[in-house]
């Protein structure tokens, strides 16, 4: 029986100690599908593959197993042919997401989006800005992303208040938010894209934040509805920082562009040089264990 064939996005080189009893071959489907793809049985998607990342899947009728590189899966989620195991990259972007978080938050509430215009216009101008410390922040969303932004903010003298779909010891449920919001001067949301949170900021989430609040997504811009966003941005109620929109990209006319006490980043919260060392601990961990005959770490199951 031959060996189990891997495709990998990045040369094996990269893993350091490559796992034994595998072959491996460099492929990017999005450039070309090689014959070899009813071998492979283990498929990871370049990472910025996008939706594009089930094209290649019904023609994989060896495959047992799909290892993304990012946490979220929803755009592979419905298109895992039955018996295939979805393993998520939990822990590749902790460190990456969290750091620019913490960015989007310093950036927004100090106010270095107008400092950065003014130097534009070598114009000198000071002003009293809002401080991270004494702030309470309702962290939405408390998997592994979640946990290390609460790290990072736990050290600014600030409160965090980590909310999840369940409550837990020190942990609130999502169904409390309606009570939670209006506590908050920072809302950061960092919950998968699901059926459950799809849409979960619109008009009446917005209502409930406090006046001068921040709102920072760096999970799936559909988890906010962006007409609704744009509309309360534009009262000049509350502040907003976003890593993710909806559509994306964003549209060069698109109203949250110019809409007021906005910050935008264009989906970067996992591309820096933090990720790549963890990606490839992770797939090597990940083909050691396939190798191996064992179970998989970051397995997806039911609705993911």
């Given at each position: 029986?031959?060996?189990?064939?891997?495709?990998?996005?990045?040369?094996?080189?990269?893993?350091?100690?490559?796992?034994?009893?595998?072959?491996?071959?460099?492929?990017?489907?999005?450039?070309?599908?090689?014959?070899?793809?009813?071998?492979?049985?283990?498929?990871?998607?370049?990472?910025?593959?996008?939706?594009?990342?089930?094209?290649?899947?019904?023609?994989?009728?060896?495959?047992?197993?799909?290892?993304?590189?990012?946490?979220?899966?929803?755009?592979?989620?419905?298109?895992?042919?039955?018996?295939?195991?979805?393993?998520?990259?939990?822990?590749?972007?902790?460190?990456?997401?969290?750091?620019?978080?913490?960015?989007?938050?310093?950036?927004?509430?100090?106010?270095?989006?107008?400092?950065?215009?003014?130097?534009?216009?070598?114009?000198?101008?000071?002003?009293?800005?809002?401080?991270?410390?004494?702030?309470?922040?309702?962290?939405?969303?408390?998997?592994?992303?979640?946990?290390?932004?609460?790290?990072?903010?736990?050290?600014?003298?600030?409160?965090?208040?980590?909310?999840?779909?369940?409550?837990?010891?020190?942990?609130?449920?999502?169904?409390?938010?309606?009570?939670?919001?209006?506590?908050?001067?920072?809302?950061?949301?960092i919950v998968p894209l699901t059926a459950e949170t799809r849409g979960l900021v619109d008009t009446t989430f917005l209502d409930r934040m406090r006046d001068?609040?921040?709102?920072?997504?760096?999970?799936?811009?559909?988890?906010?509805?962006?007409?609704?966003?744009?509309?309360?941005?534009?009262?000049?109620?509350?502040?907003?920082?976003?890593?993710?929109?909806?559509?994306?990209?964003?549209?060069?006319?698109h109203p949250l562009w110019t809409a007021p006490n906005v910050l935008v980043s264009p989906h970067v919260g996992g591309a820096s040089s933090a990720m790549?060392?963890?990606?490839?601990?992770?797939?090597?961990?990940?083909?050691?264990?396939?190798?191996?005959?064992e179970a998989l770490a970051n397995v997806m199951t039911g609705e993911y």
């Amino acid at each position: 029986m031959s060996e189990p064939l891997v495709w990998l996005p990045f040369d094996p080189s990269e893993l350091a100690e490559v796992p034994s009893g595998l072959r491996y071959e460099v492929v990017n489907p999005m450039r070309h599908v090689p014959d070899s793809v009813s071998d492979v049985a283990f498929y990871v998607p370049p990472y910025d593959m996008g939706p594009r990342i089930a094209d290649a899947l019904p023609q994989m009728t060896s495959l047992q197993v799909i290892q993304t590189l990012s946490a979220g899966v929803d755009n592979v989620r419905g298109h895992v042919p039955s018996g295939v195991t979805l393993c998520n990259g939990r822990g590749i972007h902790d460190t990456s997401t969290a750091e620019l978080t913490l960015a989007l938050i310093l950036a927004s509430l100090r106010g270095l989006p107008r400092f950065v215009r003014q130097q534009g216009d070598h114009e000198w101008r000071g002003g009293f800005e809002q401080s991270l410390a004494d702030k309470r922040v309702l962290l939405v969303g408390y998997g592994s992303v979640g946990s290390a932004i609460a790290a990072r903010l736990r050290p600014f003298e600030c409160e965090v208040v980590p909310v999840a779909r369940h409550a837990r010891d020190g942990v609130h449920a999502i169904a409390e938010l309606p009570e939670l919001l209006p506590t908050a001067e920072v809302v950061v949301l960092i919950v998968p894209l699901t059926a459950e949170t799809r849409g979960l900021v619109d008009t009446t989430f917005l209502d409930r934040m406090r006046d001068g609040a921040l709102l920072v997504n760096v999970a799936r811009g559909a988890v906010v509805v962006t007409d609704d966003l744009v509309a309360a941005l534009g009262t000049g109620r509350i502040r907003a920082a976003l890593d993710v929109t909806d559509p994306e990209p964003l549209p060069a006319e698109h109203p949250l562009w110019t809409a007021p006490n906005v910050l935008v980043s264009p989906h970067v919260g996992g591309a820096s040089s933090a990720m790549w060392p963890r990606a490839h601990r992770l797939v090597r961990e990940q083909l050691e264990r396939f190798a191996a005959g064992e179970a998989l770490a970051n397995v997806m199951t039911g609705e993911y």
